[in-house]
């Protein structure tokens, strides 16, 4: 390195030695190596293919650093899936205990006991523990197809978001499979089936925090610091049928023009509580004199569930629907069709779900296929 990229390395926060040498993959600004899509530079020495801990950081070297700001279903998740994260988490000495540990319980029969032993006994692994490590094994239990794990009387809690709501159904002595019962069951707002909310525990718990979203949203009381106004309360009834005719929520609110969303199309990117925003542009009728705020818990929290689900505004529900899941699906077969098995194709399914947006995982995953060939 000059003198002055040698100053932008330390200013990365990087320790430079004697004679340093510019990393073979990207960093922060400074760009990739001249020398990095050489075919010798990642080798070894050897006849063999590269490390695969070598082929990662190649890969990693041409995604993205770090997600935009206004790349849309992000959330507040940007700053913890940059790509420095990423190689943290591929180059920490626990990784391979935790891969080790996720493939063998992805490889033997997928059950509670199974899932929450992985979840409570995985090392602690900086940036790969708590909410990140369970929407990571949510997401690959669906991605391999594991059998669905049915609601009882306890409740999955991924985010922490969820604690308040978790302790109020508590306290109303409403379980888990409580719930998937109300969902099913005829009534003015209709049913919801297995097609849009499968008995499934950890599809339960995303319909929970996205529900508690709108809830509290509705519920806003301006400030300050959050000067916005309170999201607007539907008549339940027209709400949740507004699917079955007077629009189709999938296709009007979520896809982008020309675009429609399906099997095949390009993915939820967006919460629900950016979809339900956008109902007011659809003119729903607002509710009556009856509806009084603040509503009560226990009286509407599993109506507007029900709604949000009905009118597809909850429209990661069916899982398929996310626009992670399915590239993180589409990373899968292709590592697959690479040679990549076992333990080697979760790890690189580790990283690739950390990279967390449709663009950056497409980005890796067709960078390690290139490296492959």
């Known amino acids: 390195m000059t003198p002055a990229e040698v100053g932008r390395f330390e200013a ?10 510019w990393p073979l993959y990207k ?42 700001l206004y790349e849309t279903g992000v959330g507040g998740f940007g700053p913890d899936c940059t790509v420095e994260i990423a190689k943290r988490i591929a180059s920490h000495s626990s990784v391979g205990t935790v891969v080790v540990a996720i493939s063998d319980a992805l490889d033997g029969s997928w059950t509670a006991e199974t899932r929450d032993r992985l979840l409570r006994d995985s090392p602690a692994t900086p940036n790969l523990n708590n909410f990140f490590l369970k929407h990571l094994v949510r997401s690959l239990a669906f991605v391999y197809e594991k059998d669905i794990i049915p609601c009882s009387a306890t409740y999955l809690n991924i985010s ?15 379980m888990p499979s409580d719930i998937i019962t109300n ?31 709108i809830w509290e949203m509705i519920h806003h009381v301006p400030t300050k610091k959050q000067p916005q106004e309170p999201l607007p309360m539907y008549d339940f009834i027209p709400f949740a ?7 189709v929520v999938l296709d009007d609110i979520y896809a982008r023009e020309g675009e429609s969303i399906g099997d095949l199309g390009i993915g939820i990117k967006h919460a629900a509580s950016w979809a339900y925003k956008k109902l007011g542009d659809r003119k729903l009728p607002k509710p009556g004199s009856s509806v009084v705020l603040p509503l009560v818990f226990k009286d509407m929290f599993l109506p507007l569930m029900k709604a949000l689900l009905r009118s597809r505004v909850i429209a990661k529900s069916p899982l398929s629907n996310a626009s992670d899941v399915r590239r993180l699906s589409k990373a899968k077969v292709a590592f697959e069709e690479n040679g990549y098995e076992g333990k080697d194709l979760v790890k690189l399914l580790v990283i690739t779900h950390r990279l967390w947006t449709s663009k950056r995982m497409g980005q890796f995953a067709d960078n390690i296929c290139t490296a492959s060939v």
């Open 12 to 21: 990365l926060g990087y320790r430079a030695e004697t004679n340093q040498r």
């Open 27 to 68: 960093i922060g600004d400074m760009g990739v190596h001249p020398n990095a899509d050489q075919p010798w530079a990642w080798g070894d020495g050897g006849d063999g293919p590269p490390p695969l801990g070598t082929v990662i950081m190649k890969a990693l070297g041409f995604v993205d650093s770090a997600i935009s």
């Open 160 to 174: 922490g978001h969820n604690n308040e709501a978790i302790k109020m159904l508590t306290n109303l002595k409403t």
């Open 183 to 213: 969902m099913r069951a005829h009534n003015e707002l209709g049913v919801v089936g297995e097609d849009l909310l499968r008995n499934d525990d950890m599809a339960l718990e995303l319909a929970i925090c996205q529900t508690l979203t």
């Open 241 to 247: 049928s507004c699917n079955d005719g007077q629009f």
